[in-house]
């Protein structure tokens, strides 16, 4: 059974750094594509950020392309999504989704897609 359970989440203030982690467990693939989304009550889920699988490829939102990097460390089977300079527009539930395919770098991917999801972790930040 595939679970993802996210980690990281917090209060801060602008200005602030904040890393949130998707520890994967029961995920034997080997081509698989993570994303980190976020959603603020009454709005739609949005993706921030993805990471595919072995060849690193990376896609980011124009709002946070910058600020936020996102990396996969294999053997933890984990991916990080570490956020910089964080404003008060950050703030919103944060959840990671995988899918066992590849995901296109050159555009952002709808909901959807992804076929596993995270509980989600929430991210404060004040002005």
Same mark, same amino acid.
């Given at each position: 059974q595939v679970q993802l359970v996210e980690s990281? !989440? =917090? +209060?801060?203030?602008? !200005? =602030? +750094?904040?890393?949130l982690s998707c520890a994967a467990s029961g995920f034997p693939y080997r081509e698989y594509c993570v994303a980190w989304f976020r959603q603020d009550p009454g709005k739609e889920r949005e993706a921030v950020a993805l990471i595919n699988s072995g060849r690193s490829s990376t896609w980011y939102a124009d709002s946070v392309k910058g600020r936020f990097t996102i990396s996969q460390d294999s053997a933890k089977e984990s991916v990080s999504?570490?956020?910089s300079i964080l404003q008060p527009e950050d703030t919103a539930m944060y959840y990671c989704a995988a899918r066992v395919a590849y995901c296109a770098t050159t555009y952002?991917?709808?909901?959807?897609?992804?076929?596993?999801?995270?509980?989600?972790?929430?991210?404060?930040?004040?002005?």
């Open positions: 990281g !989440g =917090g +209060s801060v203030q602008a !200005g =602030g +750094s904040l890393n999504l570490v956020m952002q991917p709808p909901a959807n897609i992804f076929t596993y999801w995270g509980q989600g972790t929430q991210v404060a930040v004040s002005s």
